[in-house]
């Protein structure tokens, strides 16, 4: 057992399998896992299998019918979910308290009994199929995936989560149960808890529950993505506006310039209206509806993207601007002045998204999956006050010198 914070444990369960557990006196409670293992592992020829089993999970394990599961927890007012990212798959329950027993046994049959019956894969098909079609239909959604295909392109992070009508057609029982076998082992999967449980009901359950859990699969073989140029590219969509995306490869999770892209990022177009870019773009000049900025930090690699959308003949205008303010902050040292207010407005922000619980007992997962613990909060904050106006700098002109790529769907 190792300590992040006086309420929040992480555990070291046999065969490397490890739970985090975070002790909160609520009616509700919060059970998962989260396995090292998304859309980049997707074996070749079968691009968007990670986000498919991801689905099909639910249809039926050597215990439970389709029926049964989608039941199990909706019957005592729960919900059961998941998501896929590029890295991460993540299956979780939430629910009312007093029905742990219930959620850690459905869990950990899904987890790790799932037989992915043949009918339900043919009709899953046909689901995530018109997933991919709608998601088409809304470019500024489709515009990320495709801007990760031109920048991570002859890599395992180029292709779209969903995969292809194509692809689809490939996922069979043998493929799906392949897949989990490998890649959802004891070593990639960690179990994480918040509630008001004592840590050692929940370590014993998980160990009960979750017994055959495969201990040994496949290590991950991701590699770095190759370089690509700087590109500049424009799909012609016919739709109403102009959809952009522009950016560059940053730093991975690993790295600690990570807080300076970070607090970069919410600098220019984090979620407040005085972020540089929506007073230059929105507030002063009526160009966009929306402008904001994010990061995506994987295990190898990284990437900053700035997304706005405007009418067509602005478009061209728009991307100056972005990068009149780049240039500005990579060739002038913030005020200290300035520094404060930036590094209080974003730990105020992460203060407001902590209390959204889902997000932070996920984001306690994913930290001890792939740091092995969850780093406390004054130690976030202490990393946050050292992000200095020279780094703040040199962050914004790393992504000037990397060259910025764009893509527009108009």
Excluded at 272 to 299: C, H, I, P, Q, W
Aim: overall charge negative; glycine content about 6%; aromatic content about 8%.
């Amino acid at each position: 057992m190792t300590n992040s914070s006086p309420d929040i444990k992480v555990f070291s369960l046999p065969d490397g399998l490890r739970l985090v557990h975070r002790h909160e006196p609520t009616e509700t409670e919060y059970f998962g896992a989260a396995v090292n293992a998304g859309s980049r592992d997707d074996p070749q020829g079968c691009e968007g299998l990670a986000h498919f089993v991801e689905h099909v999970l639910f249809k039926g394990t050597e215990r439970r019918k389709s029926w049964h599961i989608i039941n199990r927890m909706e019957s005592c007012g729960g919900e059961l979910n998941a998501y896929t990212t590029k890295e991460t798959t993540v299956v979780y329950t939430v629910y009312p308290s007093g029905n742990f027993m219930r959620a850690a046994d459905m869990l950990g049959d899904l987890l790790c009994h799932s037989v992915f019956p043949e009918k339900e894969l043919d009709r899953e098909r046909e689901v995530v199929g018109d997933e991919i079609s709608q998601y088409r239909d809304i470019p500024s959604e489709a515009i990320f995936d495709d801007f990760d295909d031109l920048i991570f392109k002859g890599s395992d992070l180029g292709h779209n989560i969903l995969g292809s009508r194509e692809s689809l057609d490939r996922f069979d029982t043998e493929t799906c149960r392949r897949y989990v076998r490998e890649n959802f082992t004891r070593r990639r999967t960690v179990l994480f808890y918040a509630g008001p449980l004592p840590p050692d009901k929940v370590c014993r359950a998980a160990e009960r529950f979750f017994s055959d859990l495969p201990s040994a699969g496949i290590t991950p073989t991701r590699t770095t993505p190759p370089p690509v140029g700087q590109f500049d590219t424009t799909v012609c969509l016919s739709n109403h506006q102009a959809n952009t995306l522009t950016g560059a490869r940053i730093p991975s999770m690993y790295s600690d310039r990570r807080w300076s892209f970070s607090m970069l990022s919410n600098i220019i177009g984090g979620p407040g209206m005085n972020s540089l870019l929506n007073v230059e773009l929105r507030e002063r000049r009526g160009l966009v509806y929306a402008v904001d900025s994010t990061t995506a930090m994987m295990t190898d690699t990284g990437l900053m993207t700035i997304y706005f959308g405007c009418d067509h003949s602005d478009t061209i205008r728009c991307r100056r601007i972005v990068e009149r303010v780049l240039n500005k902050l990579s060739d002038n040292t913030m005020s200290e002045r300035f520094m404060t207010a930036a590094r209080r407005q974003y730990l105020g922000q992460l203060t407001l998204a902590s209390d959204v619980r889902d997000n932070a007992v996920m984001s306690m997962a994913r930290a001890v999956l792939y740091f092995g613990s969850v780093l406390p909060r004054e130690e976030v904050i202490a990393r946050i006050s050292d992000v200095s106006a020279q780094s703040l700098r040199e962050a914004a002109g790393t992504l000037l010198e990397s060259g910025l790529s764009s893509l527009t769907l108009t």
